[in-house]
């Protein structure tokens, strides 16, 4: 009788303790922004209060610099396109900042490239990412609908999601974090990615008529 009261114990006990076991297994990473740099997009959700949280897997994120720069009369504000970084993580605190910026002019010059060295830390270890840095529309106001820009972008690439991160058939041309698409020269257009998306939505007959048209043009 006394080996059964002590055996159903230790199974409530042990049941107790599989739990906690995993207490302290998380498996989100906190994105933690530095000041002037603006999240915009999470795995194509829009972003607005913080913390801003991650799940283990490949993720999207969209994110620009709008902070004031300079002194005294020199002094404004300056905004940067929006860059897209694709990267891996798997828990703990991710960390992001821009390059260290002086006044609106040096800063003009940094975002003129393609490409910026962003500064990306995983538990304080640094960790490699792709960008792209969004085309925008023409016009006075070239990322008024990001939203629109952004699922187009997805759309054209091939990008989809799944339980909050990037799907994995998309994240199968990542290696050691980074895209391949990242080697192509240049980016597509946002009247040529409009293009591809449109042509991703055709049925295979579709599509084949498309072509012999195409073909026809030339």
């Not at 709008?66 to 860059?83: C, H, I, K, V, W």
């Amino acid at each position: 009788m006394k080996r059964t009261i002590w055996t159903s114990i230790l199974m409530a006990l042990s049941a107790l303790s599989v739990p906690n076991a995993y207490a302290n297994t998380n498996s989100s990473t906190e994105l933690d922004a530095a000041q002037g740099v603006e999240v915009l997009f999470i795995n194509s959700q829009k972003q607005m209060d913080e913390p801003f949280m991650l799940t283990t897997g490949s993720n999207q994120i969209v994110l620009r610099i709008d902070t004031m720069l300079g002194r005294g009369e020199q002094r404004g504000n300056f905004t940067s396109a929006p860059y897209i970084l694709t990267l891996d993580v798997n828990g703990g605190e991710l960390e992001i900042d821009g390059p260290k910026l002086n006044d609106v002019l040096q800063a003009r010059k940094v975002f003129e490239g393609d490409t910026i060295d962003w500064n990306v830390s995983l538990n304080g270890s640094d960790i490699d990412y792709d960008q792209i840095k969004m085309v925008g529309k023409k016009g006075m106001l070239p990322y008024s609908n990001l939203d629109e820009q952004l699922a187009i972008y997805n759309a054209a690439n091939g990008i989809s999601f799944a339980g909050n991160v990037i799907a994995p058939v998309a994240a199968a041309s990542l290696v050691n974090g980074k895209q391949q698409a990242a080697k192509s020269v240049g980016q597509d257009s946002l009247e040529m990615q409009k293009a591809k998306m449109s042509y991703l939505k055709l049925s295979p007959t579709e599509r084949k008529s498309l072509r012999k048209w195409l073909v026809d043009q030339q």
